[in-house]
């Protein structure tokens, strides 16, 4: 969903990396065109995430789904689970309850992500 050591501009784009201007009420402006406030690079709750066509295309060509510490309620991402499906992809859920969008043929790891992630990848790597 982005990261917060980058900031972007709404306006012309630009993304810089910025672990400096950390203070919510101390405004950056930007480099790029002027606009007076760069804001972080991440997707906020009630945004809908950018590259949506580019990653609905990157699903449904997918042979293998990962989502990695979802609630499977936040959408239009909880959605992404049922197209992959749909697509044919093997699917993969890691969270630390089963979300309510899992169906059966999903598999689902419990767990916190910084520990159960690590195991998925190497698997997924040895399967090749």
């Known amino acids: ?8 501009c709404e306006r012309c784009g ?3 990396r910025d672990l400096e201007h950390v203070e919510p009420d101390a405004a950056v402006a930007c480099g790029g065109c002027a606009a ?6 991440v997707v906020w709750f ?4 950018r590259e949506m066509p580019r990653v609905e295309r990157a699903i449904r ?4 789904f990962a989502a990695i510490g979802t ?11 049922a ?5 044919g992809a093997a699917t993969l859920v890691q969270a630390l309850e089963e979300p309510e969008n899992l169906l059966p043929g999903d598999e689902f790891r ?14 997924l790597l040895r399967a090749g």
């Open 46 to 49: 009630g945004e809908v995430p």
């Open 1 to 8: 969903h982005g990261s917060l050591a980058q900031l972007r």
């Open 110 to 123: 419990a767990g916190r992500a910084a520990d159960v992630v690590p195991a998925i990848v190497e698997e």
């Open 36 to 41: 007076p406030r760069l804001r972080p690079d």
């Open 83 to 87: 197209l992959a499906r749909a697509c």
């Open 61 to 64: 060509a997918a042979s293998h």
């Open 14 to 16: 630009i993304v810089v």
């Open 71 to 81: 609630s499977g309620q936040v959408w239009p991402v909880a959605g992404w689970l």
